[in-house]
């Protein structure tokens, strides 16, 4: 028999499988031995009151124990002499939509600037070591695209727009932990991700779906005006019966290309700030009211919002026990995101605070759609100029940056290449800056404490999506000037996130996949 139990227990009861199976008895009037299997089905953590507790959704299995459900890899099934399809970009969009198209028999041709996962490491420690960028191989490029090295949470917000539990699951599928299914802000870890993706790689070769690493798309292919493949600056041609275009926000060399072909593009809204670093401690002391989070609480994360003059600011990426990467795509720019391992397990909490950034703050017009983009560009290259040139990124005490002063020195932060002390206000744009420090003034009332003086600002964070989005045609999917063409995930405007973007990649491949196979 199965009986499901709504529970709201101590951290230390719902980590402790004794002391668990004893309270879902109790919950349920029965003896404990007679309980076979105590299942989790959701966890979230209430810290709205002074004790912090866990509300556990659990099925108990009373007399024999279940057949658990196994969540196996899927079967290899062979695309080898099926019809290709070009997908460029390897981020969850791209990989996801390889996913989908196997599955509808149609075989996935995946064209990538990067490197495999393994090897897109030494690159990203040159990044923090040696100050390089390398344009094809960093934090937003190569195998698994920006996700990879990321925090890996997989919260989202776009629930209506596909199945959140579906690619959960396919990630458990490739070796993602199970907790994810039952977590209500599920994450993976930096540390997890990179072996995931290639084991999804892996599958998409066996299936006879090609991928091909270190080719950057420069140009298209077009027969009768349909858009049936690429060229790279390797000298390599990949032809398919369409293209879906899955590059991510930070393509801009893609943005260049369809404007130069008059593809028709689009401003579109983003957002700009920085990221803020506390001790993780500090941030567990205000979240869970206590002076340790101790052995069963995970690393505290927050999630703040506040309007100042018509214009959100908020909270993006928080990485609890993380690390602050230095995400830059060409030399000459700072840009910073964050990460954290699986265990959440730094001293450094950092977060994105962001400004809502609309097209008319950077004077975008139809005849110039990548004006945004140039702006994007201008601010994360004062950052280079303000941290000296380097990968070394301007920073700002927090009460200092509150307080328009200068700071002289810097606590440690977790920012790897080195942070300058420098006044952020002459890098960011004075509405952003404005609307920050306002901002932050309100989280420092909402989280007594957030105002600390170890509390660091680092600048700056500016891509938290696509600042031009690829029109397409909401049923078709199609770019409505160029049949054959999929604008997908975040770089075509279509998603925020790893789950969203995987989502869309699914549905542009289905979408795909019934046009091909219907021709
Ligand atoms: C450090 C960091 C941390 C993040 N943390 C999280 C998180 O915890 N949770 C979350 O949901 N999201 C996070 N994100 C955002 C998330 O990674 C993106 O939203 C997501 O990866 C977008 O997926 P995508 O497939 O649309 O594009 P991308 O992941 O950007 O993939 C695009 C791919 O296209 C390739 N490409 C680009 N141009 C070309 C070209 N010309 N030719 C060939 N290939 C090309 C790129 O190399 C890249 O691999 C993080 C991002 C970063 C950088």
Not at 256 to 276: D, N, Q, T, W
Not at 450 to 470: K, L, N, Q
Request: net charge positive.
């Amino acid at each position: 028999m199965r009986e499901e139990v709504l529970l709201l227990i101590s951290p230390e009861t719902a980590g402790n499988p004794d002391r668990l199976k004893n309270r879902v008895a109790r919950e349920l009037s029965v003896d404990a031995k007679t309980i076979a299997h105590v299942e989790p089905l959701r966890r979230s953590i209430d810290a709205r009151s002074k004790r912090v507790k866990i509300r556990l959704k659990v099925a108990a299995y009373l007399g024999a124990a279940p057949q658990l459900t196994e969540f196996r890899a899927p079967e290899v099934q062979s695309v080898d002499h099926a019809p290709p399809v070009v997908i460029v970009g390897a981020g969850p969009a791209g990989l996801f939509a390889c996913l989908t198209l196997i599955e509808k028999g149609l075989k996935p041709v995946l064209v990538e600037r990067g490197k495999d996962v393994r090897s897109r490491l030494k690159d990203l420690a040159a990044i923090s070591r040696q100050h390089v960028v390398d344009p094809n191989s960093n934090y937003c490029f190569g195998e698994g695209g920006a996700g990879t090295y990321s925090d890996g949470k997989l919260y989202t917000r776009s629930t209506k727009r596909g199945d959140v539990r579906e690619i959960l699951e396919t990630l458990v599928r490739f070796g993602a932990p199970k907790s994810i299914l039952v977590d209500a802000h599920p994450h993976i870890g930096s540390n997890k991700l990179p072996g995931i993706i290639g084991t999804m790689r892996k599958y998409i070769q066996q299936c006879g779906g090609e991928v091909h690493f270190g080719q950057q798309v420069t140009d298209f292919h077009r027969e009768n005006g349909r858009l049936t493949g690429v060229s790279t600056a390797q000298g390599k041609t990949f032809l398919g019966a369409a293209v879906l275009l899955a590059t991510g926000h930070s393509a801009r060399d893609i943005f260049e290309l369809l404007h130069a072909k008059s593809i028709a593009l689009e401003a579109k809204p983003f957002a700009l700030g920085v990221r803020v670093e506390h001790p993780q401690s500090l941030i567990d002391q205000i979240q869970y009211h206590q002076p340790q989070r101790g052995e069963w609480l995970p690393a505290a994360s927050y999630s703040l919002v506040h309007q100042v003059d018509g214009r959100g600011v908020f909270s993006f990426c928080m990485c609890p026990g993380g690390i602050i990467a230095p995400c830059a795509t060409s030399p000459g720019e700072v840009v910073t995101n964050g990460w954290s391992p699986s265990q959440r397990n730094t001293p450094y909490a950092n977060s994105g605070i962001v400004v809502s950034v609309d097209p008319k703050d950077y004077q975008a017009t139809a005849n110039d759609p990548l004006s945004g983009l140039r702006f994007q560009q201008n601010i994360e290259k004062l950052a280079w100029e303000a941290g000296g040139r380097s990968q070394v990124a301007p920073a700002q005490r927090l009460v200092d940056f509150v307080a328009n002063r200068a700071s002289h020195e810097l606590p440690k932060t977790s920012y790897f290449p080195g942070v300058a002390p420098a006044k952020l206000g002459e890098v960011l744009p004075p509405f952003v800056n404005r609307r920050l420090q306002r901002a932050f003034k309100a989280f420092g009332k909402k989280m007594r404490g957030y105002m600390h003086p170890e509390a660091v600002v680092v600048g700056v964070e500016s891509r938290t999506s696509s600042p031009v989005r690829i029109p397409r045609d909401p049923e078709s999917l199609q770019h409505p000037q160029v049949p054959g063409l999929y604008p997908c995930g975040e770089g075509g405007g279509y998603a925020g996130g790893i789950v969203s973007a995987a989502m869309d990649g699914q549905r542009c491949a289905r979408k795909m996949a019934e046009a091909i196979l219907r021709s």
